[in-house]
Nanobody, 127 residues
Framework: QVQVVESGGGLVQAGGSLRLSCTAS????????MGWFRQAPGKEREGVAC????????SYVDSVKGRFTISRDNTRKTLYLQMNSLKPEDTAMYYC????????????????????WGQGTQVTVSS
């Protein structure tokens, strides 16, 4: 049984930083692309970042480029999202997801190719 668990969310002031973590068990973590998604109240879910199985290739939604960094440690089966210069509009529930493929597919930001999802961790940025 695959389990995906996020941690690291919280309340932070605008301009601050947070690091989210995600562990995935029940699958060969190093074989699959991983992604971070978020959903704010009243809004659709959006892809935030995606990383290939090797960690050598990453993709980001425009709104977080230069502020967020996705990374992974395959030996620890852990995915990270370092979030800097946080803005109130980053407030959302953040979800980690494991793909069915090793690469981030075209349309990854619409969750194309992602199969296993965590329960989410709340990030709140105060102004």
């Amino acid at each position: 049984q695959v389990q995906v668990v996020e941690s690291g969310g919280g309340l932070v002031q605008a301009g601050g930083s947070l690091r989210l973590s995600c562990t995935a068990s029940g699958l060969t973590f190093a074989d699959y692309a991983m992604g971070w998604f978020r959903q704010a109240p009243g809004k659709e879910r959006e892809g935030v970042a995606c990383i290939h199985w090797s960690g050598r290739s990453t993709s980001y939604v425009d709104s977080v480029k230069g502020r967020f960094t996705i990374s992974r440690d395959n030996t620890r089966k852990t995915l990270y999202l370092q979030m800097n210069s946080l803005k109130p509009e980053d407030t959302a529930m953040y979800y980690c997801a494991a793909a069915e493929y090793g690469y981030c597919l075209t349309g990854w930001s619409y969750a194309t190719g992602f199969r296993y999802w965590g329960q989410g961790t709340q990030v709140t940025v105060s102004s």
